[in-house]
């Protein structure tokens, strides 16, 4: 079954009972249920914290969307990210993470999980000797990567990484917040856990924080659903249903946003102000064969530096059409100073290493038509039409 009929009817794949045949997935608003009234022969519910029909419902089409085994949605995407830390590691673990990670990834590991006497180690990922050199002198229980990274968009090679796991017995997560699982699947590429932020291209409309996490394995899908029972990070029912009405769109939004980033990826490159253009659906790109074989659309998150800071302002501050906003994968087009926003946790000497300074632009490419919002740039860089050819 295509993805696309999958996601069109998600109460006739689910495995929802419902009596009255709702085609679409019905909100279970309730804390408890009453085992006397329920359903014989089919699953008994008790508290929505540890199982609830509409979370199950979501559950079950993320997992045969990832082709997995089992998972669960969570309250936002760092629940999902620390559901998975909670289920595989433990004090004096070590893990090893893609340096161009998500600010809250950074922060989580370097200030939570450092409490806790677990360590993190850091590699490019598009360096497979420098990620074998970590994993061949550390005991590494996890390795951790984004693909495509957020904010330098670089491409990591994700059945490479699988294999070198693999190799030196670590399990590997992927943050498929940006590409999702319309674009690429972690699971077939070898991964042991496939994680993402509902929050942004899934629900698709800024309406909803939220989040999953999906095992390739029963064990560990089994130990996830255990955990997020234990600490409470499930999901709740009116939530699911938000996300859920993104679903039947989710892959015609990311192929029209597709095409706008593009488009206005090559509009940027012809600036004098844009000093760099980093997209991978642009030829130039350094991982540009490796996004095309891995993933099947480019997710529209594009990264530029301008001439300077003071540039970075004015584009920031003169939009009409951009909001100044965190996040991507939504309808509406953003721009954020990640320095400032989303990686303002970082220290300056981290930023450097992964190529972020003040003059650093994210734009996240939403549904507004391509043309308007090239001109949105023009007039915000006060730039004459005629000199953009």
Known sequence: MQLETLLANITQHANLVDAYGATHLPIYNTATFDHKRQFPNHKNYDYSRTDNPTR?????????AENGAGGVCTNTGVGALALLFDTVLKSGDTVLVERDCYGGTYRMLNILLEKQNIKTCYADFTDAIEVENVLKNNAITLVLC????????????LKAVAELSKKYNALFAVDNSMATFASQKPLDLGADFSLFSATKFISGHGSVVAGAIIAKTDYWAERLCYFSNANGRAQSPFDVF????????????????????????????????????????????????????????????????????????????????????????????????????????????????????????????????????????????????????
Do not use: W
């Open 146 to 157: 984004e693909s495509p990274t957020n904010p330098s968009l670089k491409i990591v090679d």
């Open 242 to 389: 938000l996300v859920s009405l993104g679903l039947p769109t989710l892959v015609y939004r990311m192929k029209t946003q597709e095409q706008s980033a593009i488009q206005l990826s090559e509009f940027l490159l012809s600036l004098s102000e844009v000093v760099e253009v980093k997209f991978p659906g642009l030829p130039s790109h350094p991982q540009y064969e490796l996004a095309k074989r891995q993933m099947k659309i480019i997710p529209s998150v594009l990264t530029i530096t301008l001439k300077s800071a003071e540039k970075s302002e004015q584009l920031i501050r003169n939009t009409k059409l951009f909001g100044e906003k965190v996040s991507f994968g939504t309808s509406d087009s953003r721009l954020e100073i990640p320095s400032k926003m989303s990686h303002a946790t970082y220290s300056e000497e981290d930023l450097k290493k992964i190529g972020l300074t003040h003059a650093t632009v994210r734009i996240a490419v939403g549904l507004e038509n391509v043309d308007d919002l090239i001109a949105d740039i023009q007039q915000a860089l006060k730039i004459e039409t005629s000199k953009c050819v």
């Open 56 to 64: 199950n419902a979501l559950e079950d089409i993320f997992t045969i």
